[in-house]
């Protein structure tokens, strides 16, 4: 059973979890910034700042929604998540736990949902991997979150290494860590799923 609390919730059902958070309320009064399933900004976090600052009686909590939150966004929040106003308490929506600053988890309780399914959406048989196979793979998945394409990615190495079909240097296993990255910058899922197969392609075995 969800509660109103002040903190970070990390899910790939964002929605769900705000009705769940709906359903929990009371007399509060919610207020919701939804970026949409893009990345949350200054622009968001200024208008998120405006609302903290309405005068209310009633408890406020105000629900920022966004698979990954920037940098400079965190930052502009930074003052008034530690320092807000009369009855205004932040809960932050996210996708991505490592995308949050330190200094954010440090002033709000990170609460990590483990309602992902990656294991289901994953369909690709390493053994007879091409570029037809590769191509449809990403075309299949190209909805994918940051968080849920993290999981593929290694889930991908996992069954290359079991195959024994592909000629895997440090060079080629360095490809986890750059999707990671890419993924963590902000790149599409897509894009950064369709490099890592093709990578691992040029590396299979004749």
């Known amino acids: 059973m969800m509660r109103l609390a002040s903190g970070v919730i990390v899910t790939q059902n964002p929605q769900s979890t705000l009705e769940e958070l709906q359903a929990a309320r ?3 009064l919610l207020s919701v910034i939804d970026t949409e399933g893009k990345e949350f900004l200054i622009e968001h976090a200024t208008e998120a700042i405006a609302k ?18 920037s940098a400079v966004s965190q930052n502009r929040l930074l003052k008034i998540i530690e320092e807000p106003p009369r009855n ?20 709000l309780p990170i609460h990590v949902r483990h309602d992902t399914k990656v294991e289901e959406a994953f369909a690709l048989d390493l053994n007879d991997l091409n570029l037809a196979k590769v191509y449809e793979f990403v ?12 999981q593929m990615i290694e889930k991908i190495s996992i069954e290359a290494i079991k195959s024994g079909r592909y000629h895997l240097d440090e060079g080629t296993l360095k490809l986890v860590s750059d999707g ?20 691992l392609l040029a590396k299979k075995k004749r």
Not at 57 to 65: A, G, S, T
Not at 88 to 107: A, D, G, N, V, Y
Request: with cysteine; glycine share 2%.
């Open 52 to 69: 903290a600052y309405l005068t209310s009686d009633e408890q406020n909590y105000i629900i920022l929604i966004a698979p990954r939150f």
């Open 139 to 150: 075309q299949q998945n190209s909805r994918l979150s940051s968080v849920e394409c993290k």
């Open 88 to 107: 205004k308490h932040f809960i932050l929506i996210t996708e991505s736990k490592s995308s949050i600053l330190p200094t954010i988890k440090s002033r």
């Open 26 to 28: 009371t007399d509060e």
């Open 180 to 199: 990671i990255q890419a993924l963590e910058m902000g790149s599409p899922t897509s894009f950064v799923l369709n490099t890592v197969l093709l990578k």
